[in-house]
């Protein structure tokens, strides 16, 4: 994955409320926690990873939110 498609994801989380950390490119501990907390907000099982569907970000919605995929 692009360091430009992982500061979307690291975006993303902040605007939600989540805390990423730098908005770096890197999927480092603070993104990774961030994403994890997102997914159980979101109702997923605490084993749940984040996984990026896509190196190629296809926006959804207004808010223009990159796709994930989750392994529940």
């Known amino acids: 994955m692009t360091k430009a498609a992982i500061s979307l994801i690291q975006t993303g989380l902040r605007d939600l409320g989540y805390s990423p950390g730098a908005i770096d490119g890197l999927y480092g501990a603070k993104t990774a926690?961030?994403?994890?907390?997102?997914l159980l907000a979101r109702g997923a099982a605490s084993t749940s990873v984040l996984r990026p569907s896509t190196s190629t970000l296809i926006y959804q919605g207004k808010a223009r939110y990159p796709p994930v995929e989750y392994d529940a």
């Open 33 to 38: 926690a961030a994403a994890h907390s997102w």
